[in-house]
């Protein structure tokens, strides 16, 4: 988490993207000057299904407020079926997460294609939004990373 | 570590003055005592005091009183390194006076065995300090378990020394200053507490005539040191049976864990991301990864991990510690080991005969 | 600030790498000082030191100097796992943390006096000899003769070969036999492993041996030498164990009753004898 | 229905070794009380008569030992309850063991007492027990004789038995049961019910007194890892220890999640938690998600079927619409 000047919370936020889609169409909204929060890290994955639950839980445990994964519509996996086993696997973590008492809108998973800058933009957006509403994430931090 | 006192001066409170003496205790200094669990585990452990809290007369709490002199995580030290340069940070601030209460006889005696490794030079002194500050009233076990065997190591569960020591009765707690600390703590608690008479000492004579008596009959009373020792080695290293007791082990680190005597542990670094700090926590001699190193792994097989623990407890231990044997008796492994193997399945197997074709 | 004033021995000291050799293709000698250009601790020949890397890890390192150095501290270190990979990329100038020095040493003072001595080393085991070795070459009216041998997979394997070459062979007194596992050209000197160089050079039992190498040559080794005669009682070697604390509490380098950290690492044969069989 | 007792098993275990189909048993070894039973391996009968007992506190699951069992020369016996059929078949899907070695001999179960859940019963002092049908009869240093009702009175994966159907076996003795699946997910349904903060609030309460002694992995039939990232040093997470607020978490968040759709709810990890820890409802939770989600599964119910995890169908719902019973959320 970081405050800014006007002691306002500015969410961390780690967004995986997949390489052959939602990485590009990152690109394309910096093409088209589509504005995004500044707060969200973009990590490169080479397929949404390379994501395992540890980074997720690391992403959190290291102090992100929210965590997005982004990959290929359903359908379009360059690999072919990638993103179907992330779509299970996310679900069934996110659904634990949330059996844990962790807030649902600090965990999504988005597909943007290479050719949707806008979607990518707007969905950035409106998830750090949701994530702000909720404040801090306390409850997967690791206390010894607290600055 | 303190010298005893030779003189006893015993106090009494009655027991429906028992919540204000703890609270008057936890005034004095940060107490910790054993309560009852509120979650799916309702079994005891030592919690913080607050106003409300009642104390748990469970023979004994999960985990052991070690934790307060040797916690299971522990920052040793904080380093800041900025390109080649590193800044040393001693992360420890002043350790203050807190009470321990209700410690058992056997935990009361395992501190005596931490002593040993961690007094002895070059003193530790993250341990030493916590062990000056901690102030410890025991209490007497009136009931104790089919799993207590801590007479076998010499221990007087009606006996439990520390600072005070504590007897409770259907009416009252008794506590018998041992210390001098002990005694200056029961003096601030004078409002609470009222001198004891000849049928007060009688009463607190029976319970531990009792106790003695109840000691005696326990199952596992007779289980005895005999076949162990320093100067056994020989006799136990290479005993075909390690391979039968060891068979079914998991490698799991439950009894090093709920062990009270149980001081090996590990040093590593973790990265915060402004800083490093270097941690300790207790490691256990069960897990293959114990003695790995770059250049190999001496320890192979689980038996030789599995045999390493209990000759550590019953032979090496002894052997640079007057005979003093490194388990008190407490029953928590036998309690918690998932395969229930455990060192009195160990001490009576190796004190039998050799029997059933050498092996078994 | 530490909550009393007694030293802590977890706590470690900074010390900085001021000269890099490099000996061998896997093998790199330290210097190392304190940030005010002093020697971090004196030490005995065979004691070690926790050298760290924040972050990285801490390990137990022989110190190679000899405490008659009275400016600094040499470690020579193989290159064999995350931290000393780690140190091996370090560059001069680099801040490390050290404490110590740990365990006991050899008996220059006491055992040793008067007597002729035979160093056995194999590869980075001359790491922990070379302290001794210079030492009984600074006070060399204390000790009788003096045999050297040391052997190691090739040439280029042979760690201090200028200090050996230049220094001890050309020292009054000191016999240095140098041999390489494979021959190789460019050496000229003897080929085959330390133990049979031992066997054909046939010392007379009339000295004490120090052996230090891989588990396997210091196992043939010894039993080379009882067949001339040597007793275990007078050979010494020095051990290794994973330590994690570095004095005798943490129980990782536990064997038997002796915690190899305090009460080694340098072991007479009769002593391990009655210690575990354990470990080769 | 024929009760299966010591002697029936003994009988079976001892003309198997005589006849040489089998040169080893594994079974169960009595101890200093009635509920600290050690796996073993008996290889003749002379020893099983000494030392092999058969009786209500049995319970450990032998399904991993056979990993480690089947490397050696011979066919093993193996006694196998329901749940530890699961577990069986389940290993066997992944390849584990050589089934050519084992030699199953199905036993039904009505449930399994375990040493935290009796010793609950009677903490102070347990010296013995005995089962007459229903009751269960405690003998106690210091309140006589307990007798308490045996089914009310079993560990949570016992009293929600997800089946009583020996799935694997050569050799089946007494009657095969029924799958059951008595509630077994009307626990997590509760906590389901509760609010994101109260749910944070339990798992806090439990997991908080995690003391990472792994015995939870190490006794799992689905963690059978050669090495486990929680063991590896160039992991990033191997640390056997506790530290702060969440490490303890992370563990057991991955360790479920690793053993979901291939854990078969035997429970053998709430059994051993030397802490009670319900870790059983972690996989229940995983369970009950992939039923509601991607149709009915039970992992071990049939060997060569694939875990719900390592595959997937087209009309999956997103992960934003999955059904996770999440009721008491804010809305």
Redesign the interface.
Known sequence: MQVNENNEFRPKIVAFCCNWCSYAGADLAGNNRLAYPADIKIIRVPCSCRVNPMFILRAFQRGADGVILCGCHPGDCHYTSGNYYTRRRMAMLFSMLNYLGIEKERTRVEWVSAAEGAKFAATMQDFAEKVKALGPNKRLEDLRCKQ | MREVMVISMMKKCAKSNLTALLHALSVYAPLYLPVN???????A?YTRYEDGMVYST??NT??SAKDFFFP??EN??N?K?EG???E?I?P????EDFILFGVRACDFKSFDVLDR??L?E?????Y??RRAHGIIFTMACT?????CFCTTFGINPAEPAGDVSCYMTEADLYLDAKTERGEAILAKLEDLLTDTDSTDIKTVEDQKTCIAS?ME????AALSTEKFG?DK?DTL?DDPRWE?LS??C?????C???CPTC????????????G??????????M?????????GQ??LTQM?RFR?RF??KL???P??NDGLFSCVGCGRC?????????I??VM?TFSEEVS?NGS? | MAANNRPETLIPKLGVVTDIRIDTPDVKTFRVVTPDGKKAFDHKPGQCAMLSIPGVGEAMFSITSSPTNEEYMEFSIKKCGCLTDWLHAMEVGQQITIRGPYGNAFPVDTAFVGQNLLFIAGGIGLAPLRSVINYVRHYRDRYGRVDIVYGSRSMHDLVDYEEIIHEWCAEEGIQVHLTIDRAQDGWDGHVGFVPNYVTELDFHPDCIGVICGPPIMIKFTLSALEKMGFSKDQVYTTMEMRMKCGIGKCGRCNIGNKYVCKDGPVFRFDQLDELPEEYD | MQTITRDILLEKAASLLASGTVNRVLGWKKGEFIYDVTPAVFTNAEDMYRHFTFDCFCGANFSKYLIKETQKEGKVLVFLKPCDSYSFNQLLTEHRFDREKVYAVGIPCDGMMDASTVKALAPEGLTGAERNGDALILHTLYDGDVTVSYADHLPDRCKHCKSKKVVAYDEMLGENGEVTDAGRFDEVAALEAMTEDERFAFWQNELSRCIRCNACRDVCPACTCEKCVFDNPGSGVENKAISDRFEEKLFHVIRAFHVAGRCTDCGECSRVCPQNIPLHLLNRKFIYDIDRNYGDYMAGAEEGSRAPLVNYQIADPEAGEVVSGAGGDKV
């Open positions: 669990g509120n979650g799916k585990d309702t079994r452990k469970d023979l999960v985990r299971q995580t040793l030290v380093f390194v080649k340069n590193i040393i001693d420890r601030t002043e350790e490794v961690f002895s070059p003193v530790d002194s993250y030493a300090s009931r104790p378990a089919e799993t109840r009959k326990l199952p596992l320093g080695l290293f039968s068979e079914a998991l490698a799991c680190g439950t090093t864990y709920v001081q090996c542990y590990d040093i590593k670094d973790f990265n915060t991301g402004h490093v700090c270097r941690f300790r926590y207790w490691d256990s001699c897990y293959s990864e114990f003695t790995k190193m770059s250049a001496p320890r030789q390493q000759m550590h032979v090496y231990y052997a640079n036998l309690a918690s080991c998932p395969i229930s193997m455990n009195v399945k009576k059933d078994k």
